[in-house]
């Protein structure tokens, strides 16, 4: 039997993450580049474009990991707890319940790690420049202050930013205050 034809018996002619049954093709899973049996899984149109371009990703659509995440197949394991991860950074506190229940055997683990794109750990400013602990950068547009009336004005520099947990925020001083700001709203200097 071909590969092709070993996945489609394996998926059932659906989708192994939503269950569609438009357009069916391997992905191979990354950092594997082969298709095989054991390094791909069997995806529909939509999944397949959403998993190359997380940028466009439909919240909505990847529901449908609440049973997809159960799957025996390791590679759909993968895909799940990465696409669980990337929605659980974008701040989908039900993504990340259900990465809380996953079980994936320490290979497993290993491999979705491996894949995950590093550099989503680190905070990025608007261009998509590295941000790093004693960078000065400036505020690209007028920011609201969390719990005052005041705003941060756009222009406004920030010397010697710090990181935090989040890699979507750094912390600095502005307007004499302490605060957390969302690292795309900042330019480097
Ligand atoms: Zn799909």
């Known amino acids: 039997m071909s590969i092709e034809a070993t996945l489609l018996e394996r998926c059932e002619s659906k989708c192994e993450l939503c269950s569609s049954t438009s357009s069916l093709a391997p992905l191979a899973i990354a950092p594997q580049t082969q298709i095989t049996v054991d ?9 397949r474009a959403q998993i190359e371009s997380p940028e466009d990703m439909d919240v909505n659509h990847w529901r449908c990991l609440n049973d997809s995440m159960w ?4 590679q759909v394991q993968v895909l799940a707890w ?9 701040g989908e506190t039900w993504a990340n319940e259900l990465l809380d229940m996953m079980y994936l055997e320490d290979e497993t683990k290993k491999w979705a790690e491996t894949g995950m794109d590093e550099d989503e750990d680190k905070p990025r400013d608007v261009n998509g420049v590295e941000l790093k602990k004693g960078d ?6 007028d920011l609201p202050i969390k719990g ?3 705003v941060i ?8 930013i710090s990181l935090s947990d989040d890699p979507k ?3 600095g001083k502005a307007n004499g205050q302490s ?7 900042c330019r480097k200097k």
């Open 39 to 47: 390094y791909a899984a069997m995806l529909c149109d939509t999944c």
């Open 71 to 74: 799957s025996q197949v390791p």
């Open 82 to 90: 990465r696409q669980l991860t990337h929605l659980s950074r974008k």
């Open 136 to 141: 000065d950068v400036t505020i690209i547009k």
């Open 148 to 150: 005052s009336s005041q």
């Open 153 to 160: 004005k756009q222009g406004t520099v920030v010397r010697g």
């Open 169 to 171: 925020l750094v912390s």
């Open 179 to 185: 605060m957390y700001i969302i690292a795309e709203y």
